[in-house]
């Protein structure tokens, strides 16, 4: 059983940064991001490997969104620059094991489905 806690978020004006963050109990294959808006389906925006090469980005995110990750806190981060209004969501942290995971990397663009670990959510809320 993972267990995951989110924390950070929160309301900025467009152009503004966030960070995210996403504490695990344990160190899974994989872990994303996921973000959903109001009337809108989840979407998975970030997912890596903690010990593959390659991350994924969505392209709605690419070049404004950084995942890190300490490995010794067992701590994901998310770094959110340049935000604009429809980056405003619930942001969902989870945790996939071997149905998220092919070959050395994680499958992309992530799926809810193959994620079987979510944290609490997380609120960003971004006006113009």
């Known amino acids: 059983q993972v267990q995951l806690r989110q924390s950070g978020g929160g309301s900025v004006q467009t152009g503004g940064s966030l960070r995210l963050s996403c504490a695990a109990s344990?160190?899974?294959?994989?872990m994303a991001w996921f973000r959903q808006a109001p009337g809108k389906e989840r979407e998975g925006v970030v997912a890596f490997s903690r010990s593959g090469p390659k991350t994924f980005y969505a392209d709605s995110v690419k070049g404004r969104f950084t995942v890190s990750q300490d490995i010794a806190q067992n701590t994901v981060y998310l770094q959110m620059n340049n935000l604009n209004p429809e980056d405003t969501a619930i942001y969902y942290c989870?945790?996939?094991?071997?149905?998220?995971?092919?070959?050395?990397?994680?499958?992309?663009?992530?799926?809810?489905?193959?994620?079987?670990?979510w944290g609490q959510g997380t609120q960003v809320t971004v006006s113009s």
């Open positions: 989870a945790a996939g094991f071997r149905g998220a995971f092919r070959g050395n990397s994680c499958i992309d663009p992530p799926s809810a489905a193959d994620y079987g670990y």
């Open positions: 344990y160190s899974p294959n994989c």
